[in-house]
């Protein structure tokens, strides 16, 4: 069934509304409280460890809650988007996510903690494919590619910035300072948007597909799920494959549906497109390199070298800072070069990058670490702009809502995937080798506080309150022990990354779509 479905503006705009600068400005400011959100977060995550009495599993659910909701909801928000309007929704997640994170700052328990978290992401998958969407109609044609390097550089900039202000706030402050700074970037959002965001919404697309939204929902439940739960039960255990194998059954019945209601959820011809598919597996492939190795660099700086939040947020600065720079020349490189070239170079720079961190020493210094975190923002910015544009770019302007959804999803997953199973690799290689390199001591540590003691390795850390030659030996056990699990996380990474150059050679830059007819089923 086809249908000519057109986008329509809800009311005529006023002095402002609508322009393409002033939209990028708007929606920015409240992907900037996102991101903010997530750096500040991870540099929190050791003090929010020892305050809120917290195990490495509590942490990665402090991560892996928001990713789980974002995932399961990102594509439905941005239907929801594409039916009632991209800025009213973006309006009500910027909302809801300053409110949220107000109540985290107030939360004394870390399952509170981890429940507003997750809460957090629903309103977070509100906002993000909006945000996309308004972009993508305010930047038709050939100018998205500019818009899109903007917006990596915008978010450049606040990762930048989060590192150092979550720093300065968890070292002076307190961890809950953290979540508080987002009311105030809330507040100038929505203010903000109400100005300057132009209404756009499908014209003829009339009602929201609720079985899809139950399908779809439970599918990405059972495989998000199935990927947290993982290192905690293990690939092989039945429970892990119970959740896979729901999740592709459940996944096989919603395509199945998707091709026959009249107005689909994610219309699968977005999808006919072979660099929106591919894309797509770029974008996870991408997040799963950078935020599964990333993951583990905090306790790096904190547990191993033992640095502040502020010290430890500065070390990762080149990362953040090199994407303001990197993100505009990959936006004008795409446009000159196609994505092919920009991505698949893109990707080769990041596993040399990857290659390099996983050369890094217990004493590494700060150009040892600084030098591959420059080439990993020059290699992710043309991956991160590129695939963005294919995906929502070559997607017709009535379904942009869904498209940004496809590509916030991509990168959810991906990060979730990422942080699963190179925690995984991680906390097992750490267990692996920490016995050898306690040496004879090690028959004298009972079962039970070996476990502890392989627990606290993960995170780069040692028992606390230990003094003389046995805190040293321990100490010095724990720092090897995590270095050789981050070392093989970051071997890993780079064969992921190869293997997304290797992808990114199959893209194509696809023309997009203005006004033409959508695929309804």
């Given at each position: 069934m086809t249908q000519a479905?057109?986008?329509?503006?809800?009311?005529?705009?006023?002095?402002?509304?609508?322009?393409?600068?002033?939209?990028?400005?708007?929606?920015?400011?409240?992907?900037?409280m996102v991101m903010l959100d997530g750096t500040v977060v991870a540099i929190a995550n050791p003090v929010i460890q020892v305050e809120l009495k917290a195990t490495l599993a509590d942490l990665q659910w402090v991560t892996s809650g928001y990713l789980l909701a974002l995932a399961v909801f990102l594509i439905t928000a941005g239907k929801l988007g594409d039916l009632f309007g991209h800025k009213r929704v973006f309006l009500i997640g910027v909302a809801g996510f300053a409110l949220t994170s107000l109540a985290i700052g107030l939360s004394s328990s870390i399952g509170v903690l981890i429940a507003l978290r997750v809460l957090?992401?629903?309103?977070?998958?509100?906002?993000?494919?909006?945000?996309?969407?308004?972009?993508?109609?305010?930047?038709?044609?050939?100018?998205?590619?500019?818009?899109m390097g903007a917006w990596g550089a915008i978010i450049g900039l606040s990762s930048a910035a989060g590192p150092i202000v979550g720093g300065l706030l968890v070292e002076n402050v307190s961890w809950q300072s953290v979540f508080f700074i987002n009311v105030p970037v809330g507040v100038a959002a929505l203010?903000?948007?109400?100005?300057?965001?132009?209404?756009?919404?499908?014209?003829?697309?009339?009602?929201?597909?609720?079985?899809?939204?139950?399908?779809?929902?439970?599918?990405?439940?059972?495989?998000?799920?199935?990927i947290i739960k993982a290192p905690e039960w293990g690939w092989g255990d039945a429970k892990t494959l119970g959740f896979l194998a729901a999740a592709v059954v459940v996944g096989a019945v919603f395509l199945f549906w998707q091709s026959?209601?009249?107005?689909?959820?994610?219309?699968?011809?977005?999808?006919?497109?072979?660099?929106?598919?591919?894309?797509?597996?770029?974008?996870?492939?991408?997040s799963f390199a950078m935020f599964g190795a990333m993951f583990f660099l905090t306790f790096f700086f904190q547990g191993v070298h033992g640095l502040t939040p502020l010290d430890s947020g500065l070390r990762m600065l080149p990362m953040s800072a090199g994407m303001i720079v990197a993100s505009p020349i990959a936006g004008i490189l795409i446009g000159k070069l196609g994505p092919k070239i920009t991505i698949a170079g893109g990707m080769v720079i990041s596993a040399f990058a990857m290659f390099l961190m996983s050369r890094l020493s217990v004493e590494a210094a700060f150009a040892d670490s600084a030098i591959p975190f420059v080439l990993l923002a020059f290699g992710l910015s043309p991956v991160f702009v590129g695939a963005t544009e294919i995906i929502v770019g070559n997607a017709p302007e009535e379904l942009s809502g869904v498209a940004g959804g496809v590509q916030n999803s991509a990168m959810q997953?991906?990060?979730?995937?990422?942080?699963?199973?190179?925690?995984?690799?991680?906390?097992?290689?750490?267990?692996?080798?920490?016995?050898?390199y306690l040496g004879p001591a090690a028959a004298a540590v009972p079962p039970?506080?070996?476990?502890?003691?392989?627990?606290?390795?993960?995170?780069?850390?040692?028992?606390?309150?230990?003094?003389?030659?046995?805190?040293?030996?321990?100490?010095?056990?724990?720092?090897?022990?995590?270095?050789?699990?981050?070392?093989?996380g970051f071997v890993v990474s780079t064969a992921v990354a190869l293997l997304a150059a290797a992808l990114a050679l199959f893209v194509k830059a696809g023309r997009k779509t203005e006004g033409a007819p959508v695929h309804m089923g």
């Open positions: 479905v057109s986008v329509d503006a809800d009311a005529p705009p006023g002095r402002g509304q609508g322009h393409p600068w002033l939209t990028l400005l708007a929606v920015s400011l409240g992907v900037i957090q992401g629903l309103f977070g998958a509100l906002l993000q494919p909006a945000a996309l969407a308004l972009l993508r109609s305010a930047f038709p044609g050939e100018k998205l590619n500019m818009a203010a903000f948007g109400l100005w300057a965001l132009r209404e756009r919404r499908a014209k003829m697309l009339s009602r929201v597909d609720w079985l899809g939204v139950v399908l779809l929902s439970g599918a990405m439940f059972a495989l998000v799920w199935a026959k209601v009249s107005e689909p959820l994610l219309p699968l011809s977005l999808f006919r497109n072979a660099s929106v598919s591919i894309g797509t597996v770029l974008m996870i492939l991408m997953i991906g990060g979730a995937l990422g942080t699963a199973i190179l925690g995984a690799v991680v906390s097992a290689k750490v267990a692996d080798v920490l016995p050898g039970a506080q070996m476990e502890g003691l392989k627990a606290l390795a993960s995170v780069g850390q040692a028992p606390p309150g230990l003094t003389g030659p046995v805190a040293k030996t321990l100490a010095d056990a724990a720092h090897l022990s995590f270095m050789d699990g981050l070392h093989l």
